[in-house]
Structures are given as structure tokens and as C-alpha cells.
């Protein structure tokens, strides 16, 4: 039962562009989401979350949209740079005060081209 | 800052071997947590503990045991390797203030285990 699902195992995108990775969930009661970035031979590392009670976060570069009607979340990357070349996890988890269990997506591969 | 040490990097098992799979963290984190990843896959928590002397089953506990006998380590131990351990252990660990999105996991990097 994947509760979390990146549908899409790869994307290719030109440096300057914009790239949106997409994450789906079934999980009603998920309510936080968070994005992770791995490079190989290291471990994911954190990159945005978004609390269910917004729809938008932005940092920099990246913005995480959520649409819970939807069950649907998305991470902009505008520039894509080459070093954002890496593959991305979405995570979900629920509740506060708990162990934060998260629950992750299977990964999308992103590739930024020159 | 170390922060998620994790050792050893690689390791070949036979069937039926027995190993432990190190985690160190430097961070005064009360929360850790050992995850696997399977190649196409997400990661799966395994094991993980809220403090010293609290563990607490995963969705894929079966064929691994840990302990917390301190804040900063926590061992994963494999008792009887199957083939089916083959994968890459991650363990991570975070901070218990604040909304849970708030004190993300900091991940090791990963120790990949063969199991033949």
C-alpha cells in the first residue's frame, strides 16, 4: 500500500528552467509534507516541508505547493541549476508530539542539463 | 560537526551471518530512526527510538533488532543475514522541539549491505 507515490521516476530539464516534481498521497490525515534531496553515496538530505494548514512554502529556489483536495503536492525548482541534478523524495507524516514517522515516495530523478 | 555518522560504508554478508550495522550522532537528538532503501523503492523505517532505552517497531521490523542503550548510539543489529536484507540502511535522527516539519531528519550516509 503506497501511501506516498512520485509517479514519475525521472525528469530531464535545461538549466534555467523550471522543474516540478510531482508527489501524490492517499493518506487524509497525513499533515506535514516534506521534500529531501539525495546525491549518490550520501544520505537525503532536507530541503522544504509544508505544513497541511498552508498551500505554498518558498525558500530560495524552491516552493512547495499542496493541494489537499487534490491529495497533491509539487516542489518548483526555478532556475534549475546543474547541481540540482539529484534524486528527490517526497515524505508525508502525521500528528506532533509523536516519533514523526514519515512515510516516503519512491523518488524522482531529476536531471538539469546545460 | 559530524552530525549522522554512520559505519561501516559497505559490507558483504553470507547467509546466515550475523552483523551490526553502527549509528552515531553528535546533535544531543533524543529521536532516531533506521530506515532501508531497496533500488526503485522509498525508504522503509525499520526501527526507531524516542530516547535512551525506548525503541519501537517500524513497518519492516522483521530480521532486525536495535537497542539505545545511549543518546547518541543506536546499533542495528541482523541476526540470521537473508538475501532479502540486501539494501541500503540509512539511519537518521532529529531533534524533539517544535512541529515535527519544523526538525527535519538528518540522514548518515548509508551503509550498503549485501547479503549472498
Known amino acids: 500500500d503506497q501511501q506516498v507515490k512520485q509517479n514519475s521516476p525521472s525528469l530531464s530539464v535545461q538549466e534555467g528552467r523550471i522543474s516540478i516534481l510531482n508527489c501524490d498521497y492517499t493518506n487524509s490525515m497525513f499533515d506535514y509534507f516534506l521534500w529531501y534531496k539525495k546525491y549518490p553515496a550520501e544520505g537525503p538530505t532536507f530541503l522544504i516541508s509544508?505544513?497541511?494548514?498552508?498551500d505554498k512554502n518558498e525558500d530560495g529556489r524552491f516552493t512547495v505547493f499542496l493541494n489537499k483536495s487534490a491529495k497533491h503536492l509539487s516542489l518548483h525548482i526555478v532556475p534549475s541549476q546543474p547541481g540540482d541534478s539529484a534524486v528527490y523524495f517526497c515524505?508525508?507524516?502525521?500528528?506532533?508530539?509523536?516519533?514523526?514517522?514519515?512515510?516516503f515516495g519512491t523518488g524522482t530523478r531529476l536531471q538539469v542539463t546545460l | 560537526n559530524a552530525g549522522v555518522t554512520q559505519t561501516p560504508k559497505f559490507r558483504i554478508l553470507k547467509i546466515g551471518q550475523s552483523m551490526t550495522l553502527q549509528c552515531a550522532q553528535d546533535?544531543?537528538?533524543?529521536?532516531m530512526y533506521w530506515y532501508r532503501q531497496d533500488p526503485g523503492m522509498g525508504l522503509k523505517l525499520i526501527y526507531y527510538s524516542v530516547g535512551a532505552g525506548i525503541t519501537d517497531k517500524g513497518e519492516v521490523p522483521n530480521g532486525y533488532n536495535v537497542s539505545r542503550s545511549t543518546t547518541e548510539d543506536f546499533p542495528l543489529r541482523l541476526e540470521l543475514a537473508a538475501p532479502s536484507q540486501t539494501s541500503v540502511y540509512f539511519c537518521?535522527?532529529?531533534?524533539?522541539?517544535?512541529?515535527?516539519?519544523?526538525?527535519?531528519?538528518?540522514f548518515g550516509n548509508g551503509t550498503r549491505l549485501t547479503v549472498t
Open positions: 515524505a508525508a507524516g502525521r500528528g506532533t508530539g509523536t516519533a514523526s514517522k514519515l512515510t
Open positions: 537518521a535522527s532529529r531533534a524533539d522541539r517544535g512541529l515535527s516539519y519544523n526538525s527535519p531528519l538528518h
Open positions: 546533535m544531543n537528538h533524543n529521536y
Open positions: 509544508i505544513s497541511s494548514i498552508k
